[in-house]
């Protein structure tokens, strides 16, 4: 690119001067886009062997030496530091793929970086960028219909095929050997947060994840309340760590003697001033525990501070005495969750704190064996419903690609909502697809009918990929899977697991409409996109 000279844009030819080759304006456009095919290309291939059930995992070291696991499409490509402005466009359509379905994020790359190859070609033949754009997207206009013809309606009350959904995002992850514990619970979470009858959305903020080492991945469990990991009942002076029928409060202000703004020192001469200090300190904390004791207020959740200690030994004293189980330094980020769980408000002062301001619940309970503090059994809230999950695993990267997993698994559940409507996976959709389109591509004429049999070669990356990444023969594996479509078996596709061609509604392997729906449309939007950059300006 450095060789590159900006020249008119008119169609003289190519001249070379001491400085190197002087391109001209077509040559030069051209150029521009064959670096931005290739760098996009090169994303594709980094993740192309991380998909399917068979896929690789890719460790993961970022710049603070910490490390990762993972065969996540969009979370290896989140961490990659990719410098190229177009190679950067296909890590944003795998986040994009992520927010929207939550699975086929490393598909979606892998036919972005497969249409990009087949344009090359197309540009190689002299047609014009603008031609091969409007071309996708009459293919990808057709691929739609042909997913929409193929789809089976799915109902939110068979609980089967939603877990059946959820099992074939997990099957490509590293803990998918658990499948059978977190596929039934991420179904149960969402089906607990939604009006089955009448939502067409999951709020996902809803389920709160908490994360505990130790135990295995099969300790995972559903929690009807609110769960406070890594916190404990302040047990300094003698406090309760259990409490029935608790009405909770949260406070936003310190139960400390006050300070001022400014920094200052008071200098005492002699004990009795002293005394009257400490005599002043303890009664302004009793006439805060006063009024929370007046409440009836028997947990107290106290905010994380940064300005200084957000309660004192002397105030811990009075509230043991009075049997209120306090919990310090409660997040701000849980401080939301809690509030909706358990109908408090939090108080940012004490003359607000009043009965009206705290919540309820059956039971507090300090559970010493995962850490953490649980509150369950809380009323109906007012405005949706909510649920916690605590994910257990024997070590940091374990229990981290699990809470990754489970939010894949959500996310997949949380598709079928939207849309409610799936299709069998095994690239059965990918094959059906390109098989109709090829089919089109016969019936239509001029450049489109080019750009569609193109688009229908591009998709048959992704059999020939999941062929290859379980070590089969992919050439093989693709052109019998190409033959059973042609002969009418639209659910065909590749059994990783038997080393042949099945049918994947037998096998229950499914996936939400949406996913190949969004993958789609984001990587043909993608590629349009490139064709049309003919010039980088940095």
Not at 410 to 425: D, F, Q, T
Request: hydrophobic fraction near 40%; glycine fraction near 6%.
């Amino acid at each position: 690119v450095s060789d590159v000279v900006r020249t008119s844009q008119d169609s003289a030819p190519s001249t070379f001067s001491n400085s190197g080759p002087k391109l001209t304006g077509s040559e030069k456009q051209r150029d521009t886009r064959m670096n931005n095919i290739i760098a996009a290309k090169a994303v594709s291939d980094v993740v192309r062997t991380s998909l399917g059930p068979r896929g690789m995992d890719k460790m993961i070291q970022d710049s603070g030496k910490k490390v990762l696991i993972t065969n996540d499409g969009a979370t290896i490509l989140k961490q990659m530091e990719v410098v190229h402005p177009t190679a950067r466009m296909l890590v944003e359509i795998s986040k994009s793929q992520d927010i929207e379905a939550g699975d086929g994020t490393t598909s979606v790359v892998v036919i972005a970086g497969a249409l990009l190859k087949a344009c090359q070609t197309l540009l190689d033949k002299g047609i014009h960028a603008a031609a091969i754009s409007s071309g996708l997207q009459v293919a990808l206009d057709k691929a739609l219909e042909v997913i929409d013809d193929m789809s089976i309606p799915v109902d939110l009350n068979d609980r089967e095929s939603l877990i059946q959904n959820a099992v074939t995002s997990l099957s490509s992850k590293v803990v998918s050997q658990n499948a059978d514990i977190l596929a039934p619970l991420a179904v149960d979470c969402v089906m607990k947060i939604i009006d089955k009858e009448t939502d067409t959305n999951a709020d996902l903020n809803s389920i709160y994840v908490g994360k505990v080492l130790g135990g295995t991945v099969d300790d995972t469990q559903m929690i009807d309340g609110c769960i406070l990991v890594g916190k404990k009942a302040s047990a300094s002076a003698g406090g309760p760590t259990r409490v029935e029928n608790a009405k909770i409060g949260l406070i936003q202000f310190q139960l400390s003697a006050p300070k001022t703004d400014m920094e200052s020192s008071v200098v005492v001469h002699e004990y009795t001033a002293m005394d009257r200090i400490l005599k002043e300190e303890k009664k302004y904390i009793v006439k805060m525990i006063k009024a929370i004791v007046k409440t009836g207020c028997n947990v107290l959740l106290i905010q994380k501070s940064i300005m200084r200690d957000a309660v004192n030994d002397l105030a811990l004293h009075f509230l043991a005495k009075k049997g209120i189980m306090v919990i310090k330094d409660v997040d701000r980020e849980t401080v939301d969750f809690v509030s909706r769980t358990t109908g408090l408000t939090p108080v940012a002062s004490i003359e607000q704190f009043t009965t009206e301001k705290l919540g309820s619940a059956d039971l507090v309970v300090d559970d010493r064996s995962c850490r953490s503090v649980r509150i369950s059994g809380c009323p109906e809230p007012k405005e949706g419903k909510t649920v916690s999950v605590l994910v257990r695993g024997s070590n940091q990267l374990i229990l981290d690609e699990a809470e990754r997993s489970l939010h894949d698994a959500l996310c997949v559940v949380r598709s079928l909502v939207k849309k409610r409507a799936l299709v069998p996976g095994g690239a059965a959709v990918e094959t059906e697809v390109a098989q109709k389109l090829m089919l089109y591509s016969r019936e239509i004429f001029g450049i489109d009918s080019y750009c569609v049999k193109a688009f229908s070669e591009a998709l048959e990356i992704i059999p020939y990929t999941l062929a290859e990444n379980a070590g089969l023969d992919p050439i093989k594996f693709t052109t019998e899977l190409r033959n059973s479509h042609a002969k009418g078996k639209k659910n065909s596709g590749v059994n990783v697991r038997k080393n042949k061609i099945s049918n994947m509604l037998d096998l229950q392997v499914v996936q939400p409409a949406l996913v190949s729906i969004s993958a789609f449309t984001l990587a043909t939007e993608c590629v349009r996109m490139i064709l049309k950059i003919d010039d980088i300006i940095l």
